[in-house]
């Protein structure tokens, strides 16, 4: 990728490509950038500085309405609906070039919105191109059955677009969870409208202008920037919406998966997590140290799939933590710009002040802080930056234990043996992903399957793969993004029945 912007350029120059109304920067409806229809804007805060970087529509009721009216008429009219899938593939193909030409502009959107380093954009843009390409030769590949059924007949599937989608998404990776609604949606002959998380809507109105730049027909995409429970609320509500797409936390999730019963809409829900990283005494220790810092101090611990729980075999315990002690102290915390920055802000303030207040309870209910733990001040003050931060001493019970952080917070869970691994990480009201670090492969098989969640690694933590189905057990959500389910679940089966013998069937004799 070409360097097309220095590290810290201002964001006006980063941003120059979105088209704006005076300093608003617009949403995408109906193929037009559009204000929101009652003028309104909200000012975006920079998470590594608390400065301000953009001022952004704040879409509305009317305008999620407009968008939903849009990509109707482009479903039920056409011409998204009617194309052919491999004239669809042409174009979802030429939006994975233009994310890679655009790349270094997209990653360095979401490092100025996010706050997170420079290494991590540089993989979510990758991914996101891998995305849209992974689809995009998707859509002409076989999708259906056929099926030997008794008499003169044949039996057989296809797999029709759903209609219209909404789908909402959440601030921790901006652009690659834009990327997994819109990709596999569009590649099965839907229409969408996408809300991003009111704290991180730039990369996703850049995605928009690529979209214009290939012509996408009016109303396919639209993005509809603004808060959860007004553009959210409408499309999880709204009739004209056939399936509402949702990832972002459990609370939210249960309130989408209400609002859409009205007209009994397909809902995906991919949602929180607190996941066991399994340490066993015969793992390769240096690999799962290494790993158990990447699991939760990756994107400072605001992943979903993130390793938060650390359990690990009581026999090496003592040594295993105070080497990840060692490690999570050395990392390099600060401005995602720098290129030695290892891991960056809590997204907002709000997202702070919940960090914190874990961070009070984990000590108020009685766990051994030993590591962080604390706001960081000095150059760091004007952003939200928390130190990466380890408990240990804890029991089950405490909230700490229990409830997802989102933040760069590891709890250690020691056990004694295998069931007692096992019983230890499945106790917690998710599902979503776990891991196992051994040396015994029949071990880390047996524990892998014993592991209820929908996401699992032996001996390494995070590779995520477009071509593998992603979600959660338990209150993790429900369904699959990527992969060929990520496909299925944007589809609709159609039974199709031929008689091969067309004469009247003589069941009235009359
Ligand atoms: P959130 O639930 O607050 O918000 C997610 C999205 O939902 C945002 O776009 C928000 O505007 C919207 N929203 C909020 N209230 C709404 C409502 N009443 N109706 C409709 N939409 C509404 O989550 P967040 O704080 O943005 O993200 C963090 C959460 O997302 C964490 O719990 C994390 O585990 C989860 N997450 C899950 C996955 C996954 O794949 N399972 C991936 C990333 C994040």
Redesign the pocket.
């Known amino acids: 990728m070409e360097t097309l912007i220095k590290p810290g350029a201002d964001p006006q120059t980063l941003l120059k490509n979105v088209p704006r109304s005076g300093s608003t920067m617009l949403m995408y409806i109906d193929g037009k950038w559009a204000e929101a229809s009652d003028g309104a804007s909200r000012t975006l805060l920079d998470p590594a500085t608390g400065a301000p970087i953009a001022s952004v529509a704040e879409g509305t009721r009317d305008d999620a309405k407009r968008a939903i009216a849009a990509a109707r008429t482009a479903f039920d009219v056409g011409p998204w609906s009617t194309m052919t899938a491999a004239d669809r593939a042409r174009l979802l193909f030429r939006v994975a070039d233009k994310i890679e030409e655009y790349g270094r502009e997209l990653q360095y959107i979401d490092t100025l919105n996010n706050g997170k380093p420079l290494r991590e954009t540089e993989y979510d843009v990758a991914d996101a191109a891998g995305c849209f390409r992974y689809y995009a030769g998707l859509a002409t590949k076989p999708h259906g059955q056929t099926f030997d059924v008794p008499g003169p007949s044949q039996s057989f599937t296809v797999r029709e677009p759903i209609g219209v989608c909404g789908q909402?998404?959440?601030?921790?990776?901006p652009l690659l969870?834009a990327v997994w609604k819109l990709a596999p949606a569009l590649a099965a002959g839907n229409t969408c409208i996408l809300?991003?998380?009111?704290l991180t809507p730039l990369s996703a109105l850049r995605l928009a202008t690529i979209f214009e730049e290939l012509e996408f027909p009016a109303g396919a995409v639209n993005i509809v920037t603004g808060?959860?429970?007004v553009v959210?609320?409408e499309?999880?509500e709204n009739h004209g919406v056939d399936k509402i797409a949702?990832?972002?936390?459990?609370?939210?999730g249960r309130?989408?998966m209400s609002?859409a019963v009205g007209n009994l809409k397909k809902v995906t829900l991919?949602?929180?997590?607190k996941s066991p990283n399994v340490v066993f005494a015969d793992a390769d220790f240096d690999t799962a140290v290494d790993y158990a810092l990447f699991g939760i101090y990756a994107n400072a611990g605001q992943?979903?799939?993130a390793g938060s729980r650390l359990v690990v075999q009581d026999s090496i315990a003592d040594k295993f933590v105070a080497a990840v002690v060692e490690r999570a102290k050395k990392i390099r915390v600060g401005n995602g710009f720098d290129p030695k920055t290892e891991m960056g802000p809590i997204i907002s303030r709000g997202q702070l002040e919940r960090v914190e207040g874990y961070l009070a309870a984990g000590k108020d209910e009685g766990a051994r802080l030993v590591c962080g733990g604390e706001r960081l001040g000095g150059a760091l003050a004007g952003g939200n930056f928390i130190a990466p931060t380890v408990f240990d001493g804890t029991n089950r019970d405490m909230r700490i234990v229990r409830e997802?952080i989102?933040g760069p917070v590891l709890v250690v869970q020691r056990f004694k043996d295998e069931d007692d691994a096992v019983s230890t990480a499945n106790d917690t009201i998710y599902g979503?992903a776990g891991a196992v670090f051994t040396q015994d492969v029949a071990k880390a098989h047996r524990v892998i399957r014993r592991l209820r969640a929908g996401i699992t690694w032996i001996n390494t933590y995070h590779p995520t793969y477009n071509e593998a189905p992603?979600?959660?057990y338990k209150q993790?959500?429900i369904g699959r993004?990527l992969g060929t389910y990520g496909y299925d679940a944007y589809t609709e089966v159609k039974q199709i029945n031929v008689n091969l013998d067309v004469a009247p069937s003589g069941w009235f004799e009359g």
């Open positions: 909402i998404v959440p601030w921790n990776y969870m809300k991003p998380s009111e808060a959860g429970p959210g609320a499309l999880a949702f990832t972002g936390g459990t609370k939210t309130s989408i609002a991919e949602l929180g997590g992943v979903c799939s997802e989102f979503l992603w979600g959660g993790s959500g993004e």
